[in-house]
């Protein structure tokens, strides 16, 4: 985690970029999700390690799982949670991000998730509140919290990460989920393909910085027989402006996780397993078949979301004086 002095002279622990965790840290939060993954099992889903404390969620782009997984992670851990969304306030009467922003901390806030559509978004905001702060999706840029929990889940199926290889298909241009699963699955010693249409792969990404050792593809049948794990990107269509691909049909044939490419994958490897962030579109990026198989952890993602994000607020919050 990233610790930054605040306007307001302290330091802050902030979780802004998947680069700001090393090793250790990546372990430490998901030891911690693992404990807090038997709350989930309990009748009373309370820990008071948060009391007293006050976690907002800004969200700013949509979202179903990250907001509401936040929000239930800080209630579970006891915090009192407030969820601000960019429709529902006052950037819609033309606030500014930063106004919005210094008003919500004036209140006296611990810790602000935010989701934002502008890349270093998240960034920014650390740089004008006293708060904790977390990044839960910056445009195009990035979402930590996504790559912990799509580590945790990996990791519960097929048990270290390290040397196994795990394939992210799909629209590698528009997502913020792909490379900060580059950059934590590399630090847990994955292998790691990133497989994409050429019109889908940003430029210069051979030479991302904060990450190295990884390789890319424009054939995904030829990757899939050794993956360990395949992990399906959406097609942003609402980050698109122009043709990115020529139909939806030709985008399927030549990236989609099908029927037969299931068939190809367990065949290869019965032990294989199918992430996707969600929210999918079915039949364009992953068949139901797929969506739905034995090998398929698109639930046990949702369901980790909870226990990651506990644990981060605890590894942020806990702990520290206010
Ligand atoms: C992702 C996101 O919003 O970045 N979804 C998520 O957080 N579960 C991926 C996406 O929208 O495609």
Same mark, same amino acid.
């Given at each position: 985690?990233? /610790?930054?002095?605040?306007?307001?002279?302290?330091?802050?622990?902030?979780?802004?970029?998947?680069?700001?965790?090393?090793?250790?840290?990546?372990?430490?939060?998901?030891?911690?999700?693992?404990?807090?993954?038997?709350?989930?099992?309990?009748?009373?889903? =309370?820990?008071?390690?948060?009391?007293?404390?006050?976690? #907002?969620?800004?969200?700013?782009?949509?979202?179903?799982?990250?907001?509401?997984?936040?929000?239930?992670?800080? =209630?579970?851990?006891?915090?009192?949670?407030?969820?601000?969304?960019?429709?529902?306030?006052?950037?819609?009467?033309?606030?500014?991000?930063?106004?919005?922003?210094?008003?919500?901390?004036?209140?006296?806030?611990?810790?602000?998730?935010?989701? @934002?559509?502008?890349?270093?978004?998240?960034?920014?905001?650390?740089?004008? #509140?006293?708060?904790?702060?977390?990044?839960?999706?910056?445009?195009?840029?990035?979402?930590?919290?996504?790559?912990?929990?799509?580590?945790?889940?990996?990791?519960?199926?097929?048990?270290?990460?390290?040397?196994?290889?795990?394939?992210?298909?799909?629209?590698?241009? @528009?997502?913020?989920?792909?490379?900060?699963?580059?950059?934590?699955?590399?630090?847990?010693?994955?292998?790691? /393909?990133?497989?994409?249409?050429?019109?889908?792969?940003?430029?210069?990404?051979?030479?991302?910085?904060?990450?190295?050792?990884?390789?890319?593809?424009?054939?995904?049948?030829?990757?899939?027989?050794?993956?360990?794990?395949?992990?399906?990107?959406?097609?942003?269509?609402?980050?698109?402006?122009?043709?990115?691909?020529?139909?939806?049909?030709?985008? /399927?044939?030549?990236?989609?996780?099908?029927?037969?490419?299931?068939?190809?994958?367990?065949?290869?490897?019965?032990?294989?397993?199918?992430? @996707?962030?969600?929210?999918?579109?079915?039949?364009?990026?992953?068949?139901?078949?797929?969506?739905?198989?034995?090998?398929?952890? #698109?639930?046990?993602?949702?369901?980790?979301?909870?226990?990651?994000?506990?644990?981060?607020?605890?590894?942020?919050?806990?702990?520290?004086?206010?």
């Amino acid at each position: 985690m990233s /610790t930054v002095a605040t306007a307001g002279g302290r330091t802050r622990r902030h979780l802004l970029s998947s680069a700001d965790l090393d090793r250790a840290q990546v372990r430490a939060i998901l030891d911690t999700a693992g404990e807090m993954q038997g709350i989930q099992q309990r009748e009373v889903k =309370k820990l008071p390690v948060l009391r007293g404390r006050t976690v #907002v969620n800004l969200f700013f782009e949509d979202s179903t799982r990250t907001r509401s997984s936040f929000e239930i992670a800080g =209630k579970w851990l006891s915090a009192d949670v407030v969820n601000i969304s960019g429709n529902g306030s006052s950037t819609s009467k033309g606030e500014s991000l930063r106004d919005t922003v210094l008003t919500v901390a004036a209140m006296g806030v611990d810790a602000l998730v935010v989701r @934002h559509s502008a890349s270093g978004a998240a960034h920014q905001v650390s740089q004008w #509140v006293d708060a904790h702060v977390v990044n839960a999706g910056d445009g195009t840029h990035e979402h930590p919290t996504q790559a912990l929990l799509d580590a945790y889940s990996m990791e519960r199926r097929l048990g270290s990460l390290e040397g196994r290889h795990v394939v992210i298909v799909g629209d590698l241009t @528009h997502s913020r989920v792909a490379r900060s699963n580059l950059i934590t699955l590399r630090t847990l010693g994955a292998r790691v /393909t990133l497989v994409a249409p050429p019109t889908l792969m940003p430029s210069g990404i051979a030479t991302w910085s904060q990450v190295d050792g990884f390789e890319l593809s424009h054939d995904l049948d030829a990757v899939l027989p050794t993956a360990d794990a395949v992990m399906m990107l959406r097609v942003q269509r609402e980050r698109m402006s122009g043709g990115f691909f020529p139909t939806a049909r030709e985008y /399927t044939v030549g990236f989609g996780l099908t029927r037969p490419r299931l068939q190809a994958l367990v065949t290869a490897n019965p032990d294989a397993v199918i992430c @996707h962030p969600g929210p999918m579109n079915r039949g364009l990026e992953i068949a139901a078949d797929a969506a739905d198989a034995a090998q398929s952890l #698109v639930l046990d993602q949702v369901s980790a979301g909870v226990a990651v994000r506990m644990s981060v607020l605890y590894h942020l919050l806990a702990g520290e004086e206010s």
